[in-house]
Protein backbone atom coordinates (compact mmCIF):
# COMPACT_ATOMS: atom_id res chain seq x y z
CA UNK A 1 0.00 0.00 0.00
CA UNK A 2 3.04 2.61 0.77
CA UNK A 3 3.93 1.85 -2.75
CA UNK A 4 0.58 2.63 -4.25
CA UNK A 5 0.59 5.91 -1.52
CA UNK A 6 4.05 7.16 -3.17
CA UNK A 7 2.64 6.61 -6.56
CA UNK A 8 -0.37 8.66 -6.05
CA UNK A 9 1.41 11.21 -4.26
CA UNK A 10 4.08 11.99 -6.93
CA UNK A 11 1.16 11.57 -9.96
CA UNK A 12 -0.70 14.57 -7.88
CA UNK A 13 2.80 16.61 -7.39
CA UNK A 14 3.75 16.63 -10.65
CA UNK A 15 0.53 17.14 -12.26
CA UNK A 16 -0.17 20.46 -10.39
CA UNK A 17 3.62 21.67 -10.81
CA UNK A 18 2.78 20.93 -14.81
CA UNK A 19 -0.40 22.30 -15.07
CA UNK A 20 0.29 25.38 -12.90
CA UNK A 21 3.91 25.82 -15.26
CA UNK A 22 1.02 25.63 -18.42
CA UNK A 23 -1.42 28.41 -17.34
CA UNK A 24 0.87 30.63 -15.34
CA UNK A 25 4.18 30.71 -17.63
CA UNK A 26 3.39 28.97 -21.08
CA UNK A 27 2.37 31.50 -23.49
CA UNK A 28 0.58 29.20 -25.71
CA UNK A 29 -2.06 26.66 -26.03
CA UNK A 30 -2.06 23.44 -24.76
CA UNK A 31 -3.41 20.59 -27.05
CA UNK A 32 -3.29 17.51 -24.79
CA UNK A 33 -7.16 16.55 -23.59
CA UNK A 34 -6.76 16.29 -19.50
CA UNK A 35 -5.80 19.91 -17.34
CA UNK A 36 -6.63 20.77 -14.04
CA UNK A 37 -7.33 24.07 -14.48
CA UNK A 38 -9.77 22.97 -17.77
CA UNK A 39 -11.63 21.10 -15.38
CA UNK A 40 -11.75 22.81 -12.89
CA UNK A 41 -12.95 25.95 -15.02
CA UNK A 42 -15.88 24.23 -16.89
CA UNK A 43 -17.47 22.96 -13.90
CA UNK A 44 -17.12 26.41 -11.53
CA UNK A 45 -18.48 28.48 -14.49
CA UNK A 46 -21.47 25.92 -14.78
CA UNK A 47 -22.31 26.34 -11.58
CA UNK A 48 -21.84 29.82 -11.41
CA UNK A 49 -23.57 30.42 -14.51
CA UNK A 50 -26.75 28.69 -13.75
CA UNK A 51 -26.55 30.60 -10.55
CA UNK A 52 -26.42 33.40 -11.66
CA UNK A 53 -29.75 32.63 -13.78
CA UNK A 54 -31.56 32.34 -10.37
CA UNK A 55 -30.98 36.22 -9.77
CA UNK A 56 -33.06 39.14 -11.45
CA UNK A 57 -31.96 40.42 -15.01
CA UNK A 58 -29.79 43.23 -14.82
CA UNK A 59 -26.84 44.75 -12.51
CA UNK A 60 -27.86 42.03 -9.80
CA UNK A 61 -26.85 38.87 -12.31
CA UNK A 62 -24.06 41.10 -14.14
CA UNK A 63 -22.11 41.76 -10.81
CA UNK A 64 -22.30 38.36 -9.66
CA UNK A 65 -21.00 37.18 -13.19
CA UNK A 66 -18.20 39.86 -12.92
CA UNK A 67 -17.01 38.68 -9.75
CA UNK A 68 -16.94 34.77 -11.05
CA UNK A 69 -13.23 35.89 -13.03
CA UNK A 70 -11.22 37.01 -10.12
CA UNK A 71 -12.86 34.41 -7.70
CA UNK A 72 -11.99 31.78 -9.71
CA UNK A 73 -8.59 32.59 -9.91
CA UNK A 74 -8.10 32.78 -6.16
CA UNK A 75 -10.16 29.21 -5.86
CA UNK A 76 -7.17 27.76 -8.90
CA UNK A 77 -4.35 29.05 -6.40
CA UNK A 78 -6.17 27.14 -3.59
CA UNK A 79 -6.99 24.27 -5.58
CA UNK A 80 -3.03 23.92 -6.30
CA UNK A 81 -1.87 24.70 -3.02
CA UNK A 82 -4.35 22.35 -1.15
CA UNK A 83 -3.38 19.56 -4.10
CA UNK A 84 0.72 19.98 -3.39
CA UNK A 85 0.23 19.75 0.56
CA UNK A 86 -1.90 16.96 0.24
CA UNK A 87 0.24 15.05 -2.64
CA UNK A 88 3.50 15.65 -0.29
CA UNK A 89 1.63 14.92 3.14
CA UNK A 90 0.54 11.63 1.66
CA UNK A 91 3.97 11.26 0.21
CA UNK A 92 5.39 11.61 3.56
CA UNK A 93 3.00 9.06 5.22
CA UNK A 94 3.90 6.21 2.74
CA UNK A 95 7.52 6.85 3.65
CA UNK A 96 6.40 6.47 7.56
CA UNK A 97 8.48 9.79 7.48
CA UNK A 98 9.77 10.15 11.26
CA UNK A 99 8.81 13.59 12.98
CA UNK A 100 9.38 14.44 16.28
CA UNK A 101 7.10 15.63 17.92
CA UNK A 102 7.27 17.92 21.51
CA UNK A 103 4.58 16.29 23.07
CA UNK A 104 3.13 13.19 21.68
CA UNK A 105 5.34 9.94 20.24
CA UNK A 106 2.54 8.63 17.74
CA UNK A 107 2.05 10.13 14.24
CA UNK A 108 -1.60 10.14 12.31
CA UNK A 109 -2.52 11.86 9.00
CA UNK A 110 -3.34 14.65 9.71
CA UNK A 111 -0.63 15.25 12.06
CA UNK A 112 1.42 15.06 8.44
CA UNK A 113 -0.78 17.12 6.53
CA UNK A 114 -0.09 19.84 9.35
CA UNK A 115 3.69 19.28 8.77
CA UNK A 116 3.12 19.50 4.92
CA UNK A 117 1.29 22.79 5.24
CA UNK A 118 3.60 24.67 7.50
CA UNK A 119 6.96 23.49 5.06
CA UNK A 120 4.91 24.95 2.42
CA UNK A 121 4.47 27.83 2.79
CA UNK A 122 7.49 27.98 4.95
CA UNK A 123 6.12 29.46 8.36
CA UNK A 124 9.37 27.67 10.43
CA UNK A 125 6.91 27.06 13.40
CA UNK A 126 9.42 24.45 14.99
CA UNK A 127 6.65 22.36 16.66
CA UNK A 128 7.05 19.23 14.39
CA UNK A 129 10.53 18.36 12.99
CA UNK A 130 11.65 15.39 10.40
CA UNK A 131 14.98 13.44 11.82
CA UNK A 132 15.62 11.30 8.77
CA UNK A 133 17.61 12.00 5.55
CA UNK A 134 14.54 11.44 3.54
CA UNK A 135 11.80 13.37 5.68
CA UNK A 136 14.93 16.56 5.43
CA UNK A 137 15.33 16.24 1.64
CA UNK A 138 11.69 16.09 1.31
CA UNK A 139 11.06 19.08 3.54
CA UNK A 140 13.67 20.62 1.63
CA UNK A 141 11.78 20.03 -1.57
CA UNK A 142 8.42 21.03 -0.91
CA UNK A 143 9.86 24.17 1.17
CA UNK A 144 11.42 25.48 -1.65
CA UNK A 145 8.07 24.56 -4.28
CA UNK A 146 5.72 26.65 -1.94
CA UNK A 147 8.46 29.26 -2.31
CA UNK A 148 8.69 29.40 -5.78
CA UNK A 149 4.81 28.84 -6.16
CA UNK A 150 3.89 31.84 -3.97
CA UNK A 151 6.24 34.17 -6.19
CA UNK A 152 5.59 32.72 -9.55
CA UNK A 153 1.61 33.30 -8.77
CA UNK A 154 2.15 36.70 -6.79
CA UNK A 155 3.87 37.51 -10.04
CA UNK A 156 0.95 36.44 -12.42
CA UNK A 157 -1.71 38.91 -10.90
CA UNK A 158 -0.36 41.98 -11.91
CA UNK A 159 0.04 40.54 -15.41
CA UNK A 160 -3.46 39.16 -15.64
CA UNK A 161 -4.30 42.66 -14.86
CA UNK A 162 -2.44 44.78 -17.05
CA UNK A 163 -3.64 42.65 -20.03
CA UNK A 164 -6.95 43.07 -18.66
CA UNK A 165 -6.88 46.74 -18.51
CA UNK A 166 -5.28 47.01 -22.25
CA UNK A 167 -8.27 45.13 -23.49
CA UNK A 168 -10.67 47.41 -21.92
CA UNK A 169 -9.12 50.67 -22.68
CA UNK A 170 -9.90 49.86 -26.54
CA UNK A 171 -13.72 48.73 -26.17
CA UNK A 172 -14.26 52.09 -23.72
CA UNK A 173 -13.08 53.89 -26.89
CA UNK A 174 -15.85 52.13 -28.80
CA UNK A 175 -17.95 54.01 -27.41
CA UNK A 176 -18.66 57.58 -28.77
CA UNK A 177 -17.81 55.82 -31.68
CA UNK A 178 -20.35 53.17 -32.27
CA UNK A 179 -22.71 53.64 -29.40
CA UNK A 180 -23.45 51.31 -26.08
CA UNK A 181 -23.73 48.96 -26.66
CA UNK A 182 -21.60 48.90 -29.82
CA UNK A 183 -23.09 48.03 -33.39
CA UNK A 184 -21.77 48.39 -36.77
CA UNK A 185 -24.40 50.17 -38.45
CA UNK A 186 -24.24 53.44 -35.79
CA UNK A 187 -20.39 53.14 -36.40
CA UNK A 188 -20.65 53.37 -40.06
CA UNK A 189 -23.17 56.22 -39.58
CA UNK A 190 -20.66 58.64 -37.58
CA UNK A 191 -17.93 57.51 -39.81
CA UNK A 192 -19.77 58.52 -42.84
CA UNK A 193 -21.74 61.92 -41.16
CA UNK A 194 -18.27 63.33 -40.37
CA UNK A 195 -16.68 62.21 -43.68
CA UNK A 196 -14.82 59.60 -42.16
CA UNK A 197 -16.18 56.45 -43.74
CA UNK A 198 -13.42 56.52 -46.36
CA UNK A 199 -10.87 57.00 -44.34
CA UNK A 200 -11.82 54.31 -41.75
CA UNK A 201 -8.41 52.83 -42.37
CA UNK A 202 -6.73 54.15 -39.47
CA UNK A 203 -9.88 53.11 -37.30
CA UNK A 204 -10.06 49.44 -38.78
CA UNK A 205 -5.77 49.37 -38.45
CA UNK A 206 -6.26 50.10 -34.89
CA UNK A 207 -8.78 47.26 -34.13
CA UNK A 208 -7.01 44.38 -35.88
CA UNK A 209 -4.28 44.84 -33.73
CA UNK A 210 -6.58 45.05 -30.83
CA UNK A 211 -7.96 41.34 -32.45
CA UNK A 212 -4.39 40.43 -32.77
CA UNK A 213 -3.28 40.74 -28.65
CA UNK A 214 -7.02 39.68 -27.68
CA UNK A 215 -5.81 36.25 -29.44
CA UNK A 216 -2.93 36.49 -28.05
CA UNK A 217 -3.22 37.10 -24.61
CA UNK A 218 -6.57 35.11 -24.34
CA UNK A 219 -4.74 31.94 -25.13
CA UNK A 220 -1.95 32.83 -23.10
CA UNK A 221 -4.29 33.84 -20.09
CA UNK A 222 -7.54 31.67 -20.51
CA UNK A 223 -9.06 32.94 -17.34
CA UNK A 224 -9.33 36.66 -19.11
CA UNK A 225 -12.69 35.62 -21.37
CA UNK A 226 -14.18 35.47 -17.64
CA UNK A 227 -13.77 39.05 -17.13
CA UNK A 228 -16.20 41.38 -18.02
CA UNK A 229 -16.59 45.00 -18.74
CA UNK A 230 -16.94 48.12 -16.11
CA UNK A 231 -20.41 48.76 -17.91
CA UNK A 232 -23.08 46.04 -18.49
CA UNK A 233 -23.61 47.29 -21.99
CA UNK A 234 -20.10 46.18 -23.00
CA UNK A 235 -18.36 43.34 -23.40
CA UNK A 236 -14.78 41.51 -25.29
CA UNK A 237 -17.32 39.65 -27.35
CA UNK A 238 -19.92 42.63 -28.75
CA UNK A 239 -17.13 44.42 -29.28
CA UNK A 240 -15.01 41.65 -31.38
CA UNK A 241 -19.21 40.57 -33.08
CA UNK A 242 -19.15 44.36 -33.79
CA UNK A 243 -15.83 44.65 -35.77
CA UNK A 244 -16.57 41.76 -37.53
CA UNK A 245 -20.34 43.46 -38.33
CA UNK A 246 -18.63 46.50 -39.23
CA UNK A 247 -15.77 44.59 -41.65
CA UNK A 248 -18.10 42.51 -43.12
CA UNK A 249 -20.70 45.44 -43.97
CA UNK A 250 -17.65 47.33 -46.18
CA UNK A 251 -16.19 44.06 -47.62
CA UNK A 252 -19.81 43.65 -49.08
CA UNK A 253 -20.30 46.65 -50.05
CA UNK A 254 -17.26 46.94 -51.83
CA UNK A 255 -16.92 50.56 -52.66
CA UNK A 256 -15.00 51.65 -50.01
CA UNK A 257 -11.27 53.03 -50.30
CA UNK A 258 -10.01 50.85 -47.52
CA UNK A 259 -11.38 47.44 -48.74
CA UNK A 260 -8.26 45.83 -48.12
CA UNK A 261 -7.64 46.96 -44.72
CA UNK A 262 -11.08 46.08 -43.94
CA UNK A 263 -10.57 42.57 -45.16
CA UNK A 264 -7.25 42.62 -42.84
CA UNK A 265 -9.21 43.55 -40.12
CA UNK A 266 -11.93 41.19 -40.90
CA UNK A 267 -9.68 38.01 -41.20
CA UNK A 268 -7.51 39.13 -37.87
CA UNK A 269 -11.22 39.24 -35.89
CA UNK A 270 -12.62 35.96 -37.35
CA UNK A 271 -9.42 34.62 -36.01
CA UNK A 272 -9.78 35.35 -32.78
CA UNK A 273 -13.11 33.94 -32.71
CA UNK A 274 -12.40 30.75 -33.83
CA UNK A 275 -9.27 30.18 -31.99
CA UNK A 276 -11.16 31.19 -28.61
CA UNK A 277 -13.96 29.09 -29.13
CA UNK A 278 -11.29 25.94 -29.98
CA UNK A 279 -9.45 27.10 -26.67
CA UNK A 280 -12.94 26.82 -24.85
CA UNK A 281 -13.79 23.72 -26.54
CA UNK A 282 -17.25 25.91 -27.37
CA UNK A 283 -18.34 24.16 -31.51
CA UNK A 284 -20.28 26.94 -33.35
CA UNK A 285 -23.78 27.39 -32.38
CA UNK A 286 -26.11 29.12 -35.69
CA UNK A 287 -27.84 31.93 -33.92
CA UNK A 288 -31.86 30.88 -33.56
CA UNK A 289 -32.63 34.38 -34.61
CA UNK A 290 -31.39 36.03 -37.72
CA UNK A 291 -29.55 38.86 -36.39
CA UNK A 292 -29.86 40.79 -39.93
CA UNK A 293 -33.46 39.74 -41.71
CA UNK A 294 -34.01 41.36 -45.05
CA UNK A 295 -36.13 44.34 -43.59
CA UNK A 296 -33.18 44.98 -40.91
CA UNK A 297 -30.71 45.52 -43.55
CA UNK A 298 -33.01 47.91 -45.93
CA UNK A 299 -33.03 50.02 -42.73
CA UNK A 300 -29.46 49.68 -42.48
CA UNK A 301 -28.54 50.23 -45.77
CA UNK A 302 -30.81 53.32 -46.12
CA UNK A 303 -29.28 54.42 -42.87
CA UNK A 304 -25.84 54.23 -44.13
CA UNK A 305 -26.87 55.79 -47.18
CA UNK A 306 -29.00 58.94 -45.57
CA UNK A 307 -25.17 59.50 -43.70
CA UNK A 308 -23.84 60.03 -46.95
CA UNK A 309 -21.96 56.47 -48.07
CA UNK A 310 -22.61 55.02 -51.23
CA UNK A 311 -24.09 51.53 -51.18
CA UNK A 312 -24.38 49.46 -53.94
CA UNK A 313 -27.19 47.33 -55.21
CA UNK A 314 -29.02 45.80 -51.93
CA UNK A 315 -29.17 42.54 -53.23
CA UNK A 316 -25.55 42.36 -54.00
CA UNK A 317 -25.07 43.32 -50.51
CA UNK A 318 -27.35 41.02 -48.61
CA UNK A 319 -25.88 38.12 -50.56
CA UNK A 320 -22.04 38.83 -49.70
CA UNK A 321 -23.43 39.97 -46.10
CA UNK A 322 -24.56 36.34 -45.70
CA UNK A 323 -21.65 34.69 -47.09
CA UNK A 324 -19.72 36.62 -44.43
CA UNK A 325 -21.86 36.04 -41.51
CA UNK A 326 -21.68 32.37 -41.70
CA UNK A 327 -17.74 32.52 -41.37
CA UNK A 328 -17.95 34.47 -37.88
CA UNK A 329 -21.48 34.47 -36.76
CA UNK A 330 -21.70 31.09 -35.46
CA UNK A 331 -18.46 31.18 -33.45
CA UNK A 332 -19.24 34.43 -31.53
CA UNK A 333 -22.54 33.33 -30.72
CA UNK A 334 -21.12 30.24 -29.01
CA UNK A 335 -18.66 32.23 -27.18
CA UNK A 336 -21.43 34.90 -26.29
CA UNK A 337 -24.01 31.90 -25.06
CA UNK A 338 -21.56 29.89 -23.34
CA UNK A 339 -20.64 33.12 -21.12
CA UNK A 340 -23.64 34.59 -21.11
CA UNK A 341 -22.78 38.05 -23.09
CA UNK A 342 -25.75 39.35 -25.44
CA UNK A 343 -24.28 39.72 -28.96
CA UNK A 344 -25.07 43.67 -30.55
CA UNK A 345 -27.75 43.78 -33.03
CA UNK A 346 -26.71 45.67 -36.61
CA UNK A 347 -28.55 48.59 -35.50
CA UNK A 348 -29.74 49.57 -32.13
CA UNK A 349 -33.48 49.15 -31.36
CA UNK A 350 -33.63 53.51 -30.07
CA UNK A 351 -31.76 56.09 -30.57
CA UNK A 352 -28.72 55.05 -28.62
CA UNK A 353 -27.03 56.70 -25.48
CA UNK A 354 -23.61 56.69 -24.79
CA UNK A 355 -22.56 55.59 -21.50
CA UNK A 356 -20.17 59.21 -21.92
CA UNK A 357 -23.68 60.91 -21.73
CA UNK A 358 -25.38 59.39 -18.94
CA UNK A 359 -24.61 60.39 -15.35
CA UNK A 360 -26.59 59.60 -11.90
CA UNK A 361 -27.68 63.34 -11.86
CA UNK A 362 -29.26 63.43 -15.55
CA UNK A 363 -29.89 61.37 -18.27
CA UNK A 364 -28.84 62.57 -21.15
CA UNK A 365 -26.03 64.90 -21.89
CA UNK A 366 -25.67 66.75 -25.33
CA UNK A 367 -24.58 64.95 -28.46
CA UNK A 368 -20.98 65.38 -29.51
CA UNK A 369 -21.64 67.29 -32.75
CA UNK A 370 -23.67 69.63 -30.78
CA UNK A 371 -20.76 70.41 -28.47
CA UNK A 372 -19.03 73.74 -28.93
CA UNK A 373 -15.96 73.74 -30.74
CA UNK A 374 -12.56 74.88 -29.04
CA UNK A 375 -12.46 77.18 -25.88
CA UNK A 376 -16.55 77.15 -26.21
CA UNK A 377 -16.36 73.89 -25.17
CA UNK A 378 -14.68 74.24 -21.58
CA UNK A 379 -17.63 77.13 -21.07
CA UNK A 380 -20.18 74.46 -21.93
CA UNK A 381 -18.97 72.16 -19.41
CA UNK A 382 -18.06 74.60 -16.32
Do not use: C
Amino acid sequence: MSWIGIVVALAIIIGIMIDTFEVVILPRRVRHGYRLARVYYRYAWLLWGKAALLLPQGWLRYGFLGTFGPMSLFGLITVWAAGLIAGFALLHWSLNTALVFPDIDERGVVDYFYFSGTTFFTLGYGDIVPVGVVGRMLSIAEAGIGFAFLAVVLSYLPVIYQTFSRREVTISLLDARAGSPPTAGELLRRLAMRGGAVNSGGLLSEWERWAAELLESHISFPVLRFYRSQHDNQSWVAALTTMLDTTAVLIANAKHADDYQARLTFAMARHAAVDLGLVAQLPPLSPPIDRLPPERLARLLESLRAAGLEIRDEPQVASALTELRALYEPFVYALGENLQFTLPPFLPADVPIDNWQTSPWMQRSPDLGALPAARGADEHFH
